[in-house]
């Protein structure tokens, strides 16, 4: 059982920065790659970004790309989301989630294991 535990959220105001961080514990973390999504009031859950199991490959959303930066440490067995020139629209519980094997990076479906989320508030 894989349990994941997102910290670094907070309020900000527009064009600021946070680092959000995700640590596992329970199995190993970086078997399948593990990405980060987010879901704002009254909207459905979208993908933000992931990284596979080495970290040689990233993927974002077109939302999210150029500002935000996924990256980890498997020494520390957490991933990271350095999120930059942040937006009103960016505000949203962010999620960090464990990649089944085989699954979809960009769909929440391709995901086996989710965190409890860390509310991102960014203020115009």
């Known amino acids: 059982q894989v349990q994941l535990a997102e910290s670094g959220g907070g309020l900000v105001q527009a064009g600021g920065s946070l680092r959000l961080s995700c640590a596992a514990s329970?199995?190993?973390?970086?078997?399948?790659?593990t990405g980060w999504f987010r879901q704002a009031p009254g909207k459905e859950r979208e993908f933000v970004a992931a990284?596979?199991?080495?970290?040689?490959?990233?993927f974002y959303a077109d939302s999210t790309k150029g500002r935000f930066t996924v990256s980890r440490d498997s020494a520390k067995n957490t991933v990271y989301l350095q999120m930059n020139s942040l937006k009103p629209e960016d505000t949203a519980v962010y999620y960090c989630?464990?990649?089944?094997?085989?699954?979809?990076?960009?769909?929440?479906?391709?995901?086996?294991?989710w965190g409890q989320g860390t509310q991102v508030t960014v203020s115009s």
């Open positions: 990284i596979n199991r080495s970290g040689g490959s990233t």
């Open positions: 329970g199995t190993t973390f970086s078997s399948a790659g």
């Open positions: 989630a464990a990649r089944r094997a085989g699954g979809n990076y960009y769909q929440s479906e391709g995901y086996a294991y």
